[in-house]
């Protein structure tokens, strides 16, 4: 039935639009409710924004305005909302697993179990580290290669690697065709970044460039080159960076190609993407977007059709994010990180297992990865939207900013004289080592938390074991990890219970009542756990009468005082006095006293304080140093 105007409901029509300033109004009066002083009173918004990476600063509300450009439609120039016009709608993206055995039978075995489980295309490293290249054909016994396209990483090997599957390929019989999107693989820029060979890269372009245009009109659907930014994604680069370093090694690879006689648009058809994808969901969903924008730039100015500039994406769940410590939390992690690669638009998803960073995969850990893929798709339908962040002032600004800063980036490699030369002269090991830098402070502060293991972790998880993984390439950029500074603490930990037969203790003299002292007992005894020491909570509570024995008992060498400000003005100077006495090496004092007060703790034997957005990875380290635990 149809409800006449006049009878109808307006709803929001007799409501007066709402200004961006009302809203500041309301913002400063909330504010200031909280006794929040340091805050802009022309911008109070400014209190709330946080800053990303490559200095980009996210603000609390975004409105049309911050939009940023036009971002066209799905499947056309600039391809900021897709490369195809459907999206991943049809049959969703690419699941694509990944294999680093380097035994010819375990290989072959996990392809087939992965093929047969819903698994789309496969990923498989070969040459010096991983399978060899002779038991590619043994490896895929049993794979239609009609049905599943094949992904190489083959290092300085793609020239045979390419020329094994390439013959595979033409084994099919009964006019079948092979299956679109294999890749070979090459990558010499990538390599270099790796391995530091930069003398090589000259020859190994020549090489690639050669193969692809012999591909180009032979081997329709193949690509020869892969642009791969995992080289300077674990060295600690930030977003921006990736995508400046996956332009400008772009770009070479397509002056690469017109050298050897393809067209624009053919070399750009033999280049596929590769870029991480992390648990900072919108951050990856703006990447993904930004790069086929800078890319589709990239090709308009080189003089190719519209069409040529939309980029192929693969998408792989970060290594840097994952965790040696609790690595089940790396399922949240990598399904978080899968979730933002298909709403940000990737033709390919590799979720990494989540025992990855402790070597070899075993058979649980790969039908995990793989289903994350499979629920996301057939259960959450997420690919049955096109482009779902579309529409979303923030993840537009967020991706305007992410083009512009890296474009910035991208021009200062070119001015060097190109990818080739900033990877040889340090010009790209030096910016990732500043970005990675940045990062660290963030992680030693825990102003970036790692679950399980700057926060909540377990001190007495049982470690999982793997079967080692082939030893990758190296010599090159480094390779990090976000828990690598917290990890060596719980190293030195895990070795002193081996000698001893204990871990380092900290004793928790918590002053009054518990309403007093809980919160800060928690954060010590997390704070504590996170270095691998062992917190002592006993007795519940102390006093100056009774510290001295509770010390003691408890084994510790170090102790920290846990209470309310009003509390430790009262009590905090006779317990510590009292725990020096006992023998105590160090006492500490949970909480961010004035210096007044401060100088009168460390009077009374208080030797540091420990408080939120403190390093934390120098008071551990300090602590352990203390302790008498080997580094």
């Not at 989540?354 to 994350?372: C, M, Q, S, V, Y």
Request: net charge negative; charged share 20%.
């Amino acid at each position: 039935m149809t409800v006449p105007p006049e009878e109808g409901l307006s709803l929001a029509q007799d409501f007066p639009d709402a200004t961006h300033e009302q809203w500041q109004q309301l913002v400063a009066g909330v504010l200031r409710k909280t006794g929040a002083t340091a805050f802009d009173d022309a911008a109070p918004d400014s209190a709330l924004t946080t800053t990303l990476a490559d200095d980009i600063r996210v603000r609390p509300l975004y409105t049309r305005s911050d939009a940023g450009g036009p971002t066209g439609l799905p499947g056309f120039a600039p391809f900021t909302r897709g490369a195809r016009a459907e999206g991943n709608t049809a049959r969703g993206w690419d699941v694509r697993q990944r294999h680093t055995r380097a035994d010819i039978e375990g290989t072959r075995s996990a392809v087939l179990d992965d093929l047969e489980s819903g698994v789309t295309s496969l990923w498989l490293t070969v040459g010096a580290a991983g399978l060899p290249v002779a038991g590619l054909a043994r490896a895929l016994e049993g794979v239609y290669l009609d049905l599943a396209p094949v992904v190489l990483e083959p290092g300085a090997a793609f020239g045979p690697a390419a020329a094994e599957l390439l013959r595979l390929r033409g084994q099919l019989t009964g006019g079948a065709e092979p299956a679109p999107g294999s890749v070979l693989g090459a990558d010499p820029l990538g390599h270099a970044a790796r391995t530091g060979a930069h003398d090589t890269v000259p020859e190994l372009r020549q090489e690639a460039a050669e193969l692809a245009a012999g591909c180009a009109g032979d081997e329709p659907g193949l690509r020869t080159y892969v642009v791969d930014t995992l080289p300077y994604h674990e060295a600690g680069g930030s977003p921006a960076r990736e995508l400046a370093c996956a332009l400008a090694t772009g770009v070479a690879y397509l002056r690469d190609m017109t050298r050897a006689g393809l067209q624009v648009a053919q070399a750009c058809e033999q280049l596929e993407f590769r870029y991480a994808a992390t648990a900072d969901q919108f951050t990856t969903i703006a990447t993904l977007r930004a790069a086929r924008r800078l890319w589709a730039r990239v090709a308009q100015a080189c003089g190719a059709p519209a069409a040529a500039g939309a980029q192929r994406q693969h998408a792989v769940t970060s290594p840097v994010m994952m965790t040696r410590r609790d690595p089940w939390v790396n399922m949240l992690r990598t399904t978080v990180a899968t979730l933002a690669a298909g709403v940000g638009g990737a033709d390919a998803v590799t979720v990494l297992p989540f025992d990855d960073a402790l070597g070899l995969p075993d058979a649980f850990a790969r039908r995990i990865a793989r289903n994350t893929s499979a629920i996301l798709l057939e259960e959450s339908h997420l690919a049955g939207v096109i482009d779902p962040a579309g529409g979303s002032w923030y993840v537009e600004a967020l991706t305007d900013e992410l083009a512009h800063t890296a474009w910035a980036h991208f021009r200062e490699i070119e001015g060097a004289g190109g990818m080739a030369a900033a990877l040889r002269d340090g010009l790209v090991e030096r910016r990732l080592r500043e970005s990675w830098e940045l990062r660290t402070t963030a992680l030693a502060r825990r102003r970036e938390p790692v679950t399980g293991v700057s926060e909540f972790p377990l001190l007495d998880e049982r470690p999982l074991a793997r079967e080692p993984a082939p030893q990758p390439a190296g010599g090159g950029l480094p390779r990090v990890r976000r828990d690598d500074a917290y990890e060596a603490l719980r190293v030195r930990s895990d070795r002193h219970l081996e000698t001893t037969g204990a871990r380092p203790k900290l004793f928790l003299a918590a002053l009054g009542p518990a309403a007093a002292h809980t919160a800060r007992v928690s954060f010590v005894s997390n704070l504590a756990q996170a270095g691998g020491i062992q917190p002592v909570h006993d007795p519940v509570t102390v006093d100056a009468a009774t510290a001295a024995a509770a010390f003691t008992a408890s084994g510790a060498t170090v102790a920290c005082l846990c209470s309310s400000d009003a509390l430790y003005t009262e009590e905090a100077a006779q317990v510590a006095t009292a725990l020096k006495r006992a023998g105590a090496a160090r006492v500490l004092l949970a909480g961010k006293p004035d210096a007044e007060r401060r100088e009168a703790y460390r009077a009374a034997g208080v030797d540091a304080f420990v408080h939120a957005g403190g390093d934390a990875v120098a008071a551990l380290t300090s602590l352990l140093d203390r302790m008498g635990v080997d580094a």
